[in-house]
T-cell receptor, first 114, second 112 residues
Framework: GEDVEQSLFLSVREGDSSVINCTYTDSSSTYLYWYKQEPGAGLQLLTYIFSNMDMKQDQRLTVLLNKKDKHLSLRIADTQTGDSAIYFCAEEEGSGAGSYQLTFGKGTKLSVIP | KAGVTQTPRYLIKTRGQQVTLSCSPISGHRSVSWYQQTPGQGLQFLFEYFSETQRNKGNFPGRFSGRQFSNSRSEMNVSTLELGDSALYLC???????????FGPGTRLLVL
């Protein structure tokens, strides 16, 4: 099956940039996603990138995609204490018949130090 | 537009019982997917429904089943509960032309 790898922990100081890295295996994925999960909550879609793009920027978030190395990163500029959460990278896998399922990494727990 | 809603939010059951969880997708979304989240296994795909038909299924035993109604609301059922079924069950919906999945808050199931 497909596999998505992420480092488990990241600690940054408030105001610094955070970079969360992810490697994936399914080269046929059309979209790659970043989700955020706060304690006791569901998954919040942060951003996604189409596989033919190298970069996508959305306010404080920058996603970089290296398709050759199957490497995805999420940069959060000016990290705030409210950004403390678990961040999941996900690749989509098509099963045919128009159905897609997401394969998630284990999540990176971001801790922001005031 | 209201988001994905799931009921109940919390549930406590005992081994051997069965449970039914409900998910209402975003208005206009016809695809509903279910995922199980546990500390050990992380997030795992259970199944996906579209227009009342199961289109895709993950690697879970037959005790896990689901259905979708004509208004796109979906239910999942777990029979003969085991301790290992304790998890956060997440539902996600997506539109017909856009695959992006939007998640609900989840139902936290505890099996004693």
């Amino acid at each position: 099956g497909e596999d998505v790898e992420q480092s488990l922990f990241l600690s940054v100081r408030e105001g610094d940039s955070s970079v969360i890295n992810c490697t994936y295996t399914d080269s046929s994925s059309t979209y790659l996603y970043w989700y955020k999960q706060e304690p006791g909550a569901g998954l919040q879609l942060l951003t996604y990138i189409f596989s033919n793009m190298d970069m996508k920027q959305d306010q404080r978030l920058t996603v970089l995609l290296n398709k050759k190395d199957k490497h995805l990163s999420l940069r959060i500029a000016d990290t705030q204490t409210g950004d403390s959460a678990i961040y999941f990278c996900a690749e989509e896998e098509g099963s045919g018949a128009g159905s897609y399922q997401l394969t998630f990494g284990k999540g990176t727990k971001l801790s922001v130090i005031p | 537009k209201a988001g994905v809603t799931q009921t109940p939010r919390y549930l406590i059951k005992t081994r051997g019982q069965q449970v039914t969880l409900s998910c209402s997708p975003i208005s206009g979304h016809r695809s509903v997917s279910w995922y199980q989240q546990t500390p050990g296994q992380g997030l795992q795909f259970l199944f996906e429904y579209f227009s009342e038909t199961q289109r895709n299924k993950g690697n879970f035993p037959g005790r896990f089943s689901g259905r979708q109604f004509s208004n796109s609301r979906s239910e999942m059922n777990v029979s003969t509960l085991e301790l290992g079924d304790s998890a956060l069950y997440l539902c996600a919906s997506s539109g017909q032309l856009q695959e992006t999945q939007y998640f609900g808050p989840g139902t936290r199931l505890l099996v004693l």
